[in-house]
């Protein structure tokens, strides 16, 4: 069995969803920016979550991707912001604990110009918990590494397919 990915890595699938599942939790609105995109995927986004700024830079998409995110204040997070003007997304995310092993599926249900898409994404501990995983009924269509649904690409304005 393989270590736990370095620090840096996340091992990540995304799914979408068709309908909202019951009992869904209260969620936390999300105004996420993006200051560059590298034609190879590479970003840098900065993000209101709630209270919290930070600045991300992310490598292209993929299940497996290095992340670095730095908290930053409010202060020089407007500063950065007003620089993402037309490369943007709002959402609210949702936390939902599933019943494997301690996984969470975080919710996005987006708004603005895609309002309607709902997303989930799971974080797991190693690439053997992803090929384990069995979704939920809930969980729709896997889109991991598909670029039409990546938050990048909905900020440049990217329809989603139907």
Do not use: C
């Given at each position: 069995?393989?270590?736990?990915?370095?620090?840096?890595?996340?091992?990540?699938r995304?799914?979408?969803?068709d309908?909202?599942?019951?009992?869904?939790?209260?969620g936390?609105?999300?105004?996420?920016?993006?200051?560059?995109?590298?034609?190879?995927?590479?970003?840098?986004?900065v993000?209101?979550?709630?209270?919290?700024?930070?600045l991300t830079?992310?490598?292209?998409?993929?299940m497996?991707r290095?992340?670095?995110?730095?908290?930053?204040?409010?202060?020089?997070?407007?500063?950065?912001?007003s620089?993402?003007?037309?490369?943007?997304?709002?959402?609210?995310?949702?936390?939902?604990?599933?019943?494997?092993?301690?996984?969470?599926?975080?919710l996005?249900?987006?708004?603005?110009?895609?309002?309607?898409?709902?997303?989930?994404?799971?974080?797991f501990?190693?690439?053997?918990?992803?090929?384990?995983?069995?979704?939920?009924?809930?969980l729709?269509?896997?889109?991991?590494?598909?670029?039409?649904?990546?938050?990048q690409?909905?900020?440049?304005?990217?329809?989603?397919?139907?």
């Amino acid at each position: 069995m393989r270590d736990t990915p370095p620090t840096g890595v996340e091992i990540e699938r995304k799914f979408l969803v068709d309908r909202l599942p019951d009992g869904l939790p209260e969620g936390e609105p999300i105004d996420q920016g993006y200051l560059a995109i590298g034609d190879d995927g590479v970003e840098v986004r900065v993000r209101r979550r709630g209270d919290t700024t930070s600045l991300t830079i992310k490598s292209g998409p993929g299940m497996i991707r290095i992340e670095e995110e730095f908290p930053i204040d409010e202060r020089r997070f407007e500063s950065l912001w007003s620089l993402t003007d037309g490369r943007r997304v709002t959402k609210t995310r949702h936390l939902i604990p599933l019943d494997d092993d301690g996984l969470t599926a975080e919710l996005d249900v987006y708004s603005g110009d895609h309002d309607g898409l709902l997303t989930a994404e799971i974080e797991f501990p190693s690439v053997e918990a992803s090929d384990a995983f069995t979704p939920p009924a809930w969980l729709g269509r896997e889109v991991t590494g598909d670029s039409r649904f990546a938050n990048q690409g909905l900020a440049l304005g990217r329809r989603t397919p139907s």
